[in-house]
T-cell receptor, first 109, second 114 residues
Framework: DTGVSQNPRHKITKRGQNVTFRCDPI?????LYWYRQTLGQGPEFLTY????????KSRLLSDRFSAERPKGSFSTLEIQRTEQGDSAMYLC???????FGPGTRLTVT | GQQLNQSPQSMFIQEGEDVSMNCTSS?????WLWYKQDPGEGPVLLIA?????ELTSNGRLTAQFGITRKDSFLNISASIPSDVGIYFC??????????????FGQGTTLQVKP
């Protein structure tokens, strides 16, 4: 499978816990994006990497969120001290054209 | 900030009917993309438009990039049950100072009655 993959597909966590998601982009795609999608809405941009450099962060990305792409290949998105408002689908996309992964559905109880 | 207005919000049609949906923006985009999303899955790219006035087809789907660069539409001809899903438009501003992030519309939910 040469598409974008994301793990886990689903995550249920208790408020206050930390969670980490992983995205494996299409190989050789140097651009990687994270988006968040809540029910009934379109995806909203969170952050962008070109290779290992994080070049843009949305105002949606509070200081509890951190993203990395250490070797310019896979990326991780960590949420610390989760809140119920963090419940959403977290999507990863790689470019040059933005192909999306299946997403990680986060539920914070 | 930039916003996309997508309409209609939902459609319920009979199998075999044609469907049309559109997206308008307050800002100019250099690229328009149309995606389809099934429940619990990520958006799947259907059509990409790169030039104002461009008309592009992908099977039964046809999309156009408006000449003002502030709008786009998607048509689906002869709908079938598997067309059910949520369709999103997305705009992108390209160029050396842009990161290529997408701005999405709110989506059009399509239901097809067999």
């Amino acid at each position: 499978d040469t598409g974008v993959s994301q793990n886990p597909r689903h995550k249920i966590t208790k408020r206050g816990q930390n969670v980490t998601f992983r995205c494996d982009p299409i190989s050789e795609h140097n651009r990687l994006y994270w988006y968040r999608q809540t029910l009934g809405q379109g995806p909203e941009f969170l952050t962008y990497f070109q290779n290992e450099a994080q070049l843009e962060k949305s105002r949606l990305l509070s200081d509890r969120f951190s993203a990395e792409r250490p070797k310019g290949s896979f990326s991780t998105l960590e949420i610390q001290r989760t809140e119920q408002g963090d419940s959403a689908m977290y999507l990863c996309a790689s470019s040059p054209e933005q192909y999306f992964g299946p997403g990680t559905r986060l539920t914070v109880t | 900030g930039q916003q996309l207005n997508q309409s209609p919000q939902s459609m319920f049609i009979q199998e075999g009917e044609d469907v049309s949906m559109n997206c308008t923006s307050s800002s100019i985009f250099n690229t328009w993309l149309w995606y389809k999303q099934d429940p619990g899955e990520g958006p799947v790219l259907l059509i990409a438009l790169y030039k104002a006035g461009e008309l592009t087809s992908n099977g039964r789907l046809t999309a156009q990039f408006g000449i003002t660069r502030k709008d786009s539409f998607l048509n689906i001809s002869a709908s079938i049950p598997s067309d059910v899903g949520i369709y999103f438009c997305a705009g992108r501003s390209d160029g050396s100072s842009n990161t290529g992030k997408l701005i999405f519309g709110q989506g059009t939910t399509l239901q097809v009655k067999p």
